[in-house]
């Protein structure tokens, strides 16, 4: 019914794991999930058909639309 974060220990029907470099790509939209994916940046294990809804629901995410994240060192602001 809906997509939570583990908080205690147990079985996930689907991980995705990536580094912050590659989730912040993503969010400013320098990378889409595609490309993270196949080059091995962006890791789905598990359930394979939603792994897929997942990553298709990372691209399809309005980011402007989400509060807007600190800036941190090394990395230049959205359209910079």
């Known amino acids: ?16 794991r990536s580094t912050v470099p590659a989730f912040l ?9 595609d490309t993270l ?3 091995r940046r962006l890791l789905i294990t598990g359930d394979t058909d939603l792994g897929l809804v997942v990553k298709n629901l990372l ?7 989400l509060p807007r994240l600190p800036r941190l060192p090394g990395f230049p602001k959205a359209g910079g």
């Open 1 to 16: 019914e809906r997509f939570s974060a583990m908080t205690e220990a147990g079985e996930a029907d689907v991980t995705v």
């Open 25 to 33: 790509s993503l969010a400013l939209r320098r990378e889409d999930p």
């Open 37 to 39: 994916f196949f080059t």
């Open 59 to 65: 691209d399809a995410i309005d980011w402007p639309k």
